[in-house]
């Protein structure tokens, strides 16, 4: 009974309340400020110090010659021998460097570096959005534990949704990557005890280097 007799008060409180609403003023929603913060006219500023922010190393290079120059002495500090290039674009530009360039299938599982190229660069989190089609494939922007990227300062686009539009325009609806990736620093995990680990998942390294197209 004593029950019952709780449960009637709390409803008639209810229905008292609900009878004489009170009049609460309705906040309207901030429909002027810009979610994110201006990126400003420097693209290749804002997505620099992102991609670096993300644990990303950074290469500016003002031409393929210095491409070149600055891959050898990379590689050469690294002391990697097994450094896989697949895309045709690549070792045409990459042709007279001293480094020796592998591509045969059965040395892959032995593979160091991975050398790709990208879809684009995106300014707001400094990733590198990279696909499946490019002849690099899937494996090559994943399986080495250095990932190298060459791309150009034209790539370099504000948001991702810019990002994915060039992907669009790229390519026709039937022949959509099979695969799309936003690449954003190194593999990382923080599931053992919350310590950051790099290289969990993927490449350690990721090195991006940039050339400037503006002029061309």
Partial sequence: MNHLKTKDIII??????????????????????????????DLEMAFAERFLAVKGQFFFCIDHNELVEQIEKFTASRKVKNIFV??????????????RFKTKEEEFINCEVGITTCESL????????????????RRLTVFPPIHIVVAYTSQIVAEIKDGFALIKD????????????????????????????????GPRELILFLIDDSIN
């Fill in 12 to 41: 008639g409180k209810v229905k008292q309340a609900l009878s004489s609403p009170t009049n609460v003023p309705v906040s309207l929603p901030d429909q002027e400020s810009a979610i994110y913060p201006d990126l400003g006219d």
């Fill in 86 to 99: 697949w895309e045709k674009n690549l070792l045409t530009v990459l042709d007279k460097s001293a480094i």
């Fill in 122 to 137: 995106v300014a707001r989190t400094g990733s590198i959005l990279v696909s499946s089609k490019t002849l690099s494939g």
């Fill in 170 to 201: 790229k390519y026709s609806t039937s022949s959509m990557p099979s695969m799309i990736s936003l690449v954003t620093g190194p593999s990382r995990t923080a599931d053992i005890e919350k310590t950051l680990v790099l290289g969990a998942h």
